[in-house]
């Protein structure tokens, strides 16, 4: 049982180029979320998707895309990546649509868009 | 507008004594409040959950309060010790929203 699964761990773009993040739980979660993690910002929702064939966006979704390919994955999208996106992303499930419940997380993938 | 606050600055105590960190609210009706720990390089874990009308909880070492009226929580650890050395990070969920909205997260620090 892995978890929640997140690849790469680290990647390096140049500004312009696009991109996926990957993720995966084994938990058989319905809600999975995308956040992303700068100094003295704390945790950000890009997009969460409540159950299978649903996205939705959260408080940072500009210059992001999400697809929720099946009830395992979830991927988030840079299409032309931006200093402005150089953080750490973080990918999460949860148990309940309602996310009441607690949320697991991956390990984390860091980019540097340069 | 909605704003979580949590300590930005370190908490450093000393081994065996007890940590308190503090998340306060504004602009917020949450129904849930939870904790969670961050150690450096890795994603956070989920460690209490307390709901709307309850006004503590516990769970081994931990304890979280929750005061709607001060809109704070307060979470202990007792006889700490430096394995809990980590980044503490409340997150509250809304009553009519289905997302996690985080704190910045207080850095406890445990020295022998």
């Known amino acids: 049982n892995a978890g929640v699964t997140q690849t790469p761990k680290f990647q390096v773009l140049k500004t312009g180029q696009s991109m996926t993040l990957q993720c995966a739980q084994d938990m058989n979660h319905n809600s999975m979320y995308w956040y992303r993690q700068d100094p003295g910002m704390g945790l950000r929702l890009i997009y969460y998707s409540a159950s299978e064939g649903t996205t939705d966006k959260g408080e940072v979704p500009n210059g992001y895309n999400v697809s929720r390919l099946n009830k395992r994955e979830f991927s988030l999208r840079l299409e032309s990546a931006a200093p402005s996106q150089t953080s750490v992303y973080f990918c999460?499930?949860?148990?309940?649509?309602?996310?009441?419940?607690?949320?697991?997380f991956g390990p984390g993938t860091r980019l540097t868009v340069l | 507008s909605q704003k979580i606050e949590q300590n930005s600055e370190a908490l450093n105590i000393q081994e065996g004594k007890t940590a308190t960190l503090t998340c306060n609210y504004t602009n917020y009706s949450p129904a849930y409040l939870q904790w969670y720990r961050q150690d450096p390089g890795r994603g956070p874990v989920f460690l209490l959950l307390i709901r709307e009308n309850e006004k503590e909880k516990r769970k081994e070492r931990l304890k979280v309060t929750f005061d709607t009226t001060l809109k704070q929580s307060l979470f202990h650890i007792t006889a700490s010790q430096p394995a809990d050395s980590a980044t503490y990070l409340c997150a509250l969920l809304g009553g009519t929203a289905s997302k996690l909205t985080f704190g910045t997260g207080t850095r406890l620090q445990v020295t022998l």
């Open positions: 999460a499930s949860s148990n309940l649509p309602s996310s009441y419940n607690e949320q697991f």
